[in-house]
C-alpha cells in the first residue's frame, strides 16, 4: 500500500500540486489546488493510484457493482478504481439547462446495485451528494466514498464509509475573508464545474 508520504511525492512529482490564488468548485478560495489531471494523464500513474484506492474500498457493501463518478473529474480515476474491484464504471455528467448531474448516454443504476462513488478531490462533497440522489432514486445503495485526496474542513459526513488516498489540509476561505483577494491576486478558476449563469 502507497502511503500519505508517497502519495504526495507522486503528485508533486506531477506538479499536480499547486500555489496561487484559486476558486474552487464550491466557490471557495484557496492559496493551494490540487489539478488531479496533471497526475492521472499518466495512464500508468492513474492505474495505480486507482488500484491503492481500490484496495482501501474491498470489503465496502456486499460487493460493488457500480463505481460511479462524477464528469470530468472523476472520470479517468473511477474508471481505474473500477477495473481491479471487476465493477461497471459510470459517469454522470451536468446539464447545461439545470446545472445538476444526470446519467446519460444509455447509463442505468438499478435496484440493488452496491454503487461505490469516486471523485478525484473532496472539499465540500456537493457533487457526490448529488450522485448520491441519483443513486438513491434508482433504488440502489452508496456503499461508501472514494477519493485520490481529501482537503479542507468542510466535507460533509455522508454516513457511509469514505476512503482517501491523502488528506490535505489546504485552508480554503469564504471570497469576502480571502487573503489573496485582499491582495488583489489574480483568480484563477481551473475547476470543471461550469459557472452559474
Request: one cysteine or more; glycine letters at 8%; charged letters at 25%.
Given at each position: 500500500?502507497?502511503?500519505?508520504?508517497?502519495?504526495?511525492?507522486?503528485?508533486?512529482?506531477?506538479?499536480?500540486?499547486?500555489?496561487g490564488?484559486?476558486?474552487?468548485?464550491?466557490g471557495?478560495?484557496?492559496?493551494?489546488?490540487?489539478?488531479?489531471?496533471?497526475?492521472?494523464?499518466?495512464?500508468?500513474?492513474?492505474?495505480?493510484?486507482?488500484?491503492?484506492?481500490?484496495?482501501?474500498?474491498?470489503?465496502?457493501?456486499?460487493?460493488?457493482?457500480?463505481?460511479?463518478?462524477?464528469?470530468?473529474?472523476?472520470?479517468?480515476?473511477?474508471?481505474?478504481?473500477?477495473?481491479?474491484?471487476?465493477?461497471?464504471?459510470?459517469?454522470?455528467?451536468?446539464?447545461?439547462?439545470?446545472?445538476?448531474?444526470?446519467?446519460?448516454?444509455?447509463?442505468?443504476?438499478?435496484?440493488?446495485?452496491?454503487?461505490?462513488?469516486?471523485?478525484?478531490?473532496?472539499?465540500?462533497?456537493?457533487?457526490?451528494r448529488?450522485?448520491?440522489?441519483?443513486?438513491?432514486?434508482?433504488?440502489?445503495?452508496?456503499?461508501?466514498?472514494?477519493s485520490?485526496?481529501?482537503?479542507?474542513?468542510?466535507?460533509?459526513?455522508?454516513?457511509?464509509?469514505?476512503?482517501?488516498?491523502?488528506?490535505?489540509?489546504?485552508?480554503?476561505?469564504?471570497?469576502?475573508?480571502?487573503?489573496?483577494?485582499?491582495?488583489?491576486?489574480?483568480?484563477?478558476?481551473?475547476?470543471?464545474?461550469?459557472?452559474?449563469?
Open positions: 500500500m502507497l502511503t500519505e508520504k508517497e502519495v504526495r511525492q507522486i503528485l508533486e512529482a506531477a506538479r499536480a500540486l499547486m500555489q490564488h484559486f476558486q474552487l468548485s464550491s471557495r478560495h484557496s492559496l493551494f489546488y490540487l489539478q488531479c489531471a496533471k497526475v492521472l494523464q499518466y495512464p500508468d500513474l492513474a492505474a495505480r493510484l486507482g488500484e491503492e484506492l481500490a484496495k482501501k474500498c474491498h470489503g465496502l457493501g456486499k460487493k460493488i457493482s457500480v463505481v460511479l463518478s462524477p464528469a470530468v473529474g472523476g472520470l479517468i480515476l473511477g474508471h481505474e478504481v473500477a477495473r481491479p474491484l471487476s465493477a461497471r464504471c459510470l459517469f454522470a455528467e451536468r446539464e447545461k439547462s439545470s446545472g445538476l448531474f444526470s446519467l446519460r448516454r444509455g447509463f442505468q443504476l438499478k435496484r440493488g446495485d452496491e454503487v461505490l462513488l469516486v471523485d478525484d478531490v473532496l472539499t465540500t462533497g456537493g457533487s457526490l448529488e450522485l448520491a440522489q441519483l443513486a438513491a432514486a434508482a433504488g440502489a445503495k452508496v456503499a461508501g466514498i472514494a485520490l485526496a481529501e482537503r479542507g474542513s468542510h466535507v460533509v459526513d455522508f454516513a457511509v464509509p469514505r476512503r482517501t488516498l491523502i488528506k490535505l489540509d489546504f485552508e480554503d476561505y469564504a471570497p469576502a475573508d480571502c487573503p489573496a483577494c485582499r491582495n488583489r491576486l489574480p483568480l484563477e478558476k481551473p475547476g470543471s464545474k461550469p459557472e452559474a449563469s
